[in-house]
């Protein structure tokens, strides 16, 4: 199921980035320091409960890394990345897991009507989105033979995404960017001998999501160097099975190389 689950998105985006390559259009002005190959790292709190393994709240810091690379066309704008965030001492009292949380993503974007915001132009844009979501959740502990210590939810989710962008300066502008799951294949690790429900069920937004969310600072640095200093939220909520649910929030810096 998971070997599926792994080659379907891989092939959702996979298709995406070859009609993105095909395709031959001009760049629209106004994002000229948005475009291009982005990398971002950065460390915040994290918590979750994940009823699978216990009702328990489990809570830490946790390293986070990121790469994505943004395109923009004469009528859609394409975004394609990867984000992955890791750690083994996510803690409740004395017993530690280890935390795996990977995420590849993209998106197609178009403009909507030209906005005026704090007296300045701002841009929005707006558009459907497909994701790739898997987290894992190990407890570091001895289990019994009945026991269970182990917690794998993924979602292969279609949703929206959202871009906002006002110019400050010639140098800086705000940025800010919601990206959430509406319908969801979702899978769960269930124990065969204490339940019979199904590993994978289709979710909505309502049942199970993912969400993440950005604002940010952005700095021209030169031509094709920019950089960002930005605040991120990250939320995953599933409601079937066992329920789950986790947060997080940073503080990254992200460099971007423009075209």
Same mark, same amino acid.
């Given at each position: 199921?998971?070997?599926?689950?792994?080659?379907?998105?891989?092939?959702?985006?996979?298709?995406?980035?070859?009609?993105?390559?095909?395709?031959?259009?001009?760049?629209?002005?106004?994002?000229?320091?948005?475009?291009?190959?982005?990398?971002?790292?950065?460390?915040?709190?994290?918590?979750?409960?994940?009823?699978?393994?216990?009702?328990?709240?489990? +809570?830490?810091?946790?390293?986070?890394?990121?790469?994505?690379?943004?395109?923009?066309?004469?009528?859609?704008?394409?975004?394609?990345?990867?984000?992955?965030?890791?750690?083994?001492?996510?803690?409740?009292?004395?017993?530690?897991?280890?935390?795996?949380?990977?995420?590849?993503?993209?998106?197609?974007?178009?403009?909507?009507?030209?906005?005026?915001?704090?007296?300045?132009? +701002?841009?929005?844009?707006?558009?459907?989105?497909?994701?790739?979501?898997?987290?894992?959740?190990?407890?570091?502990?001895?289990?019994? +033979?009945?026991?269970?210590?182990?917690?794998?939810?993924?979602?292969?989710?279609?949703?929206?995404?959202?871009?906002?962008?006002?110019?400050?300066?010639?140098?800086?502008?705000?940025?800010?960017?919601?990206?959430?799951?509406?319908?969801?294949?979702?899978?769960?690790?269930?124990?065969?001998?204490?339940?019979?429900?199904?590993?994978?069920?289709?979710?909505?937004?309502?049942?199970?999501?993912?969400?993440?969310?950005?604002?940010?600072?952005?700095?021209?640095?030169?031509?094709?160097?920019?950089?960002?200093?930005?605040?991120?939220?990250?939320?995953?909520?599933?409601?079937?099975?066992?329920?789950?649910?986790?947060?997080?929030?940073?503080?990254?810096?992200?460099?971007?190389?423009?075209?």
């Amino acid at each position: 199921m998971k070997n599926e689950i792994v080659l379907i998105s891989l092939l959702l985006v996979g298709s995406g980035f070859m009609n993105e390559v095909k395709s031959q259009s001009e760049p629209v002005s106004g994002l000229r320091h948005r475009r291009g190959l982005t990398v971002e790292f950065g460390r915040g709190g994290y918590a979750i409960t994940d009823e699978n393994i216990s009702r328990e709240k489990y +809570a830490g810091s946790i390293p986070w890394v990121g790469v994505e690379w943004a395109r923009d066309h004469t009528r859609n704008h394409f975004r394609l990345g990867f984000e992955a965030l890791n750690s083994s001492s996510i803690r409740n009292h004395n017993v530690t897991t280890t935390i795996t949380q990977v995420s590849l993503h993209q998106a197609f974007l178009y403009p909507l009507s030209d906005l005026r915001l704090f007296k300045r132009d +701002a841009t929005l844009l707006l558009g459907p989105s497909t994701e790739f979501f898997i987290l894992m959740n190990s407890q570091d502990i001895a289990v019994a +033979a009945l026991g269970f210590a182990q917690s794998i939810a993924a979602l292969i989710s279609v949703g929206v995404r959202s871009e906002l962008t006002i110019p400050l300066t010639s140098r800086i502008q705000a940025e800010g960017s919601l990206r959430a799951g509406v319908l969801s294949l979702a899978a769960r690790m269930v124990d065969d001998e204490r339940t019979d429900e199904p590993p994978a069920r289709l979710l909505t937004a309502l049942s199970g999501t993912h969400v993440v969310f950005r604002l940010g600072i952005r700095y021209s640095l030169s031509e094709r160097w920019s950089c960002r200093l930005a605040y991120a939220s990250d939320i995953t909520r599933i409601s079937s099975w066992n329920p789950l649910l986790s947060a997080s929030d940073f503080l990254n810096l992200s460099l971007t190389w423009g075209l």
